[in-house]
């Protein structure tokens, strides 16, 4: 059984699948506030708003077609004689489209609703309204299965253990800015871990090793390294 392998994946993974990413030039936090959209307090202030802009982000999601990099890894995921981790901040669903299976989504989905009044999920409609009725207690409180800023991510403890079994991180187009995901390299280094960054321009977060590309040069070449061996 081969070294356990961690991946974090971040917006630059979708970047060349056409899905914006945050904080380049024109990113989405260039024409949409956060506070606007992304935090409870949002949503409880202007509720259309905020489904709005999931329901654009949505469909901009289902529009979108999984590319070389999402194929890669799943690929990795299916071939490699080791555990293969997949954490993701996306909200997108391409890996999952690529092929992958349980990809933890820390940030949550864009593609799930969730309601408010009892914790109940389900797939979102491609509009969602606040008015929608949750299909289990029938109450009007839906809202895109999303952490927003503020909220606890998803799935900490699986992530944690995943990353206490890993030999290698790697992170994959994501700036690093934002916690607790902004930490893991740091926590992987800690732990033993070797960690690797593959991204478009180095993030400047400490890395054993960076591979500067377009995720879907680097992440495929990366992945065929590992698959023949001269890898991890
Ligand atoms: N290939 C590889 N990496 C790329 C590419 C590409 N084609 N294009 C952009 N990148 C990289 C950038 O170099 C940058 O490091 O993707 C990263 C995008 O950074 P951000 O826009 O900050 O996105 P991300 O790191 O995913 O943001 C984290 O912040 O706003 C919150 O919840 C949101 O999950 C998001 C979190």
């Known amino acids: 059984m081969a070294g356990g392998i961690f991946i974090?994946?971040?917006?630059?993974?979708?970047?060349?699948?056409?899905?914006?990413?945050?904080?380049a030039a024109d990113g989405l936090w260039e024409d949409h506030r956060v506070e606007d959209v992304a935090t409870p307090e949002a949503f409880?202030?202007?509720?259309?708003?905020?489904?709005?802009?999931?329901?654009?982000?949505?469909?901009?999601?289902?529009?979108?077609?999984?590319?070389?990099?999402?194929?890669?890894?799943?690929?990795?995921?299916?071939?490699?004689?080791?555990?293969?981790?997949?954490?993701?901040?996306?909200?997108?669903?391409?890996?999952?489209?690529?092929g992958a299976r349980e990809v933890i989504h820390m940030h949550g989905s864009v593609m799930g609703a969730l309601c408010s009044a009892c914790d109940h999920r389900w797939a979102a409609p491609m509009e969602m309204r606040v008015s929608d009725p949750c299909p289990s207690c029938g109450m009007s409180h839906t809202r895109p299965d999303i952490v927003w800023f503020g909220e606890i991510p998803y799935h900490m403890?699986?992530?944690?253990?995943?990353?206490?079994?890993?030999?290698?991180?790697?992170?994959?187009?994501?700036?690093?800015?934002?916690?607790?995901?902004?930490?893991?390299?740091?926590?992987?280094?800690?732990?033993?871990?070797?960690?690797?960054?593959?991204?478009?321009?180095?993030?400047g977060a400490m890395f054993d090793a960076v591979i500067e590309g377009p995720a879907t040069q680097v992440v495929p070449d990366w992945v065929s390294r590992v698959l023949s061996g001269k890898e991890i």
């Open 8 to 23: 974090l994946s971040g917006a630059g993974l979708s970047a060349e699948s056409g899905l914006r990413t945050f904080r």
């Open 44 to 98: 409880e202030r202007d509720p259309e708003l905020v489904q709005r802009f999931y329901n654009m982000r949505r469909a901009q999601a289902a529009a979108a077609m999984p590319n070389a990099a999402h194929e890669a890894l799943a690929k990795l995921q299916a071939d490699y004689d080791g555990p293969v981790t997949l954490v993701t901040q996306n909200v997108d669903d391409l890996l999952e489209r690529s």
């Open 157 to 203: 403890d699986a992530i944690q253990n995943a990353l206490e079994n890993s030999d290698l991180f790697v992170s994959i187009g994501t700036s690093g800015m934002v916690y607790p995901a902004a930490g893991f390299s740091q926590m992987a280094r800690q732990l033993g871990l070797k960690t690797l960054e593959l991204n478009l321009e180095a993030s």
